[in-house]
């Protein structure tokens, strides 16, 4: 099946930092890639949509300044958390998507936890 | 838009049990839904998803839904609990026939007692 990896999987940071996180899709190529983020107890909200060769789409209510995302190839997707701050922390998870138009699939990463202190 | 519901945070039962956990969901054109498992400290992993074909999905670990239109329900079921079934779920739903951007439910962790 479809593999999708996350490095790191927990990272710890002093606050006013930048963190990179790494989504890879291992098995196969993936021109499209989302980043949610989960707090805990709660669901998986989407933040946006990481398209390779061009621009990220936001969701509402993600600084787009904030969230830095590069998707510079067809495997790899970077989620850039800049100046971070406590309320930060949270596990990010990201996905790829499998297959054509309406018969897609997203398979996920095993996520990244981020405390930042 | 779409929306999904489960009833319910937390669903305990005992190990070779029936399980039952509910999903509603609220779509104004056809949905696609889907039932994702995630352990602990774990991405999530696909159990099955029900795109239009057949209204009883099969899926892996022996779990299957039945997608019912007429309740907007999309409940997972699973014969007989095994304690490895611990975890959390998530029901989703995206829209038929575009590429799918999921909405998930809030999760319903299930509970395996022996």
């Known amino acids: 099946g479809a593999v999708v990896s996350q490095h790191p999987s927990r990272v710890i940071c002093k606050s006013g930092t930048s963190v990179k996180i790494e989504c890879r899709s291992l098995?196969?190529?993936?021109?499209?890639m989302f980043w949610y983020r989960q707090f805990p107890k709660q669901s998986l909200m989407l933040m946006a949509t990481s398209n390779e060769g061009s621009k990220a789409t936001y969701e509402q209510g993600v600084e787009k300044d904030k969230f830095l995302i590069n998707h510079a190839s067809l495997t790899l997707s970077t989620l850039t958390v800049t100046s971070a701050h406590p309320e930060d922390s949270s596990f990010y998870i990201c996905?790829?998507?499998?297959?054509?138009?309406?018969?897609?699939?997203?398979?996920f990463g095993p996520g990244t936890r981020l405390t930042v202190l | 838009a779409q929306s999904v519901t489960q009833l319910g945070s937390h669903v305990s039962v005992s190990e070779g049990a029936l399980v039952l956990l509910r999903c509603n969901y609220s779509?104004?054109?056809?949905?696609?839904l889907f039932w994702y498992v995630q352990y602990p400290n774990q991405g999530l992993q696909l159990l099955l998803k029900y795109t239009s074909a057949a209204t009883l999905v099969k899926g892996i670990n022996g779990f299957e839904a039945e997608f019912k239109k007429s309740e907007t329900s999309f409940h997972l079921t699973k014969p007989s609990a095994h304690m490895s079934d611990a975890a959390e779920y998530f029901c989703?739903?995206?829209?038929?026939?575009?590429?799918?951007?999921?909405?998930f439910g809030k999760g319903t962790m299930l509970l395996v007692s022996p």
């Open positions: 996905s790829a998507r499998v297959g054509t138009k309406g018969s897609d699939t997203q398979y």
């Open positions: 989703a739903v995206s829209v038929n026939s575009g590429y799918s951007t999921l909405t």
């Open positions: 779509s104004s054109v056809p949905p696609y």
């Open positions: 098995d196969f190529q993936a021109t499209t």
